[in-house]
Nanobody
Framework: VQLQASGGGLVQAGGSLRLSCAAS????????MGWFRQAPGNEREFVAA????????YLADSVKGRFTISRDSARNTVYLQMNKLKSDDTAVYYC???????????????????WGQGTLVTVSS
């Protein structure tokens, strides 16, 4: 199973970016896919997640009203639309997938089995 994230880059504050993450899996069902981020010197933190069957979404308080998570089930792809970006959003963004448990806290790293390589988002002020 591989997760391929893309879409990061350099953007000015107030701008937008859309991250994508495609999961290459044919044998396993996806329960949840999520996005985490890690800024230099900080721990990895939860950003957003989406349940695959129902499409329920979960967002960290820091990004509510600015970020949106969505999925394309046919393509096994999750998206993170990021609007009104701030300098505090600068980080490496990681996508993650829960392919086995279907249970546990959706906002914690241990819920997820597989991780993408990360894509850097830099917001200039």
């Amino acid at each position: 199973v591989q997760l391929q994230a893309s879409g990061g880059g350099l953007v000015q504050a107030g701008g937008s970016l859309r991250l994508s993450c495609a999961a290459s899996t044919r044998m396993y069902s996806i329960y949840v896919m999520g996005w985490f981020r890690q800024a230099p010197g900080n721990e990895r933190e939860f950003v957003a997640a989406i349940s695959w069957s129902r499409g329920n979404t979960y967002l960290a308080d820091s990004v509510k009203g600015r970020f949106t998570i969505s999925r394309d089930s046919a393509r096994n792809t999750v998206y993170l639309q990021m609007n009104k970006l701030k300098s505090d959003d600068t980080a490496v963004y990681y996508c993650a997938a829960d392919l086995s448990s279907g249970s546990g806290d959706i906002t914690t790293s241990r819920r997820y089995d597989y991780w993408g390589q990360g894509t850097l988002v830099t917001v200039s002020s």
